[in-house]
Antibody
Framework: EEQLVESGGGSVKPGGSLRLSCATS????????MSWVRQAPGKGLEWVGR??????????DYAAPVKGRFTISRDDSKNMVYLQMDSLKTEDTAVYYCAAVGWGQGTLVTVSS | QAVVTQEPSLTVSPGGTVTLTCGSSTGAVTSGHYPYWVQQKPGQAPRTLIY???NKHSWTPARFSGSVLGGKAALTLSGAQPEDEADYYC??????????FGGGTKLTVL
């Protein structure tokens, strides 16, 4: 059974950094494109970005609001994907989900002074 | 950036049929946008029901189907059940590099 578990969320001040992790199991991680999606409180889903499998180049794509501030990486040896978030803004406050075929349960990031 | 549009809300009677649609500000939606449909029930994580226009996962109830119709992606629910009450989001891929979610449709089964 596919499982995705996010961790690393918490509270941070504007301008700060946070690194989210997503531990996966139950599927062929090395072949999977991994995505991050966020949901601000009471709002809809927003695509953050994704990383392709290494066999397809391992390249990343990002949504405009986070480009240049967020970085997605993967460690196929550990079946993990990461989201490094720098220069955080209050509008980045959201539950962050990692997703492949299935979705994780999400981790809350709060950016507030 | 492209804007993906969905009906804000729809209501369907139990046992009835409803079609949710997904349009793009850039023009007609095609299978080349690889439409996905994601369901989210209150207080729960999302789950993908349909991928690449009309493909189902093992957990997708047979009463859900996806298509591209009249320049929009569509999710049809035939034989609505109370447990289908949820928010439904479509997402489209643009030039293989950017993915955009629609604003979501709140489906009420009443």
């Amino acid at each position: 059974e596919e499982q995705l578990v996010e961790s690393g969320g918490g509270s941070v001040k504007p301008g700060g950094s946070l690194r989210l992790s997503c531990a996966t199991s139950g599927f062929s991680f090395s072949n999977a494109w991994m995505s991050w999606v966020r949901q601000a409180p009471g709002k809809g889903l927003e695509w953050v970005g994704r990383i392709k499998s290494k066999t397809e180049g391992g390249t990343t794509d990002y949504a405009a609001p986070v480009k240049g501030r967020f970085t997605i990486s993967r460690d196929d040896s550990k079946n993990m994907v990461y989201l490094q978030m720098d220069s955080l803004k209050t509008e980045d406050t959201a539950v962050y989900y990692c997703a492949a075929v299935g979705w994780g349960q999400g981790t809350l990031v709060t950016v507030s002074s | 950036q492209a804007v993906v549009t969905q009906e804000p809300s729809l209501t369907v009677s139990p046992g009835g049929t409803v079609t949710l649609t997904c349009g793009s500000s850039t023009g007609a939606v095609t299978s080349g946008h690889y439409p996905y449909w994601v369901q989210q029930k209150p207080g729960q994580a999302p789950r993908t029901l349909i991928y690449d226009t009309n493909n189902k996962h093992s957990w997708t109830p047979a009463r859900f189907s996806g298509s591209v119709l009249g320049g929009k992606a569509a999710l049809t629910l035939s034989g609505a059940q109370p447990e289908d009450e949820a928010d439904y989001y479509c997402l489209l891929s643009y030039s293989g590099a950017v993915v955009v979610f629609g604003g979501g449709t709140k489906l009420t089964v009443l």
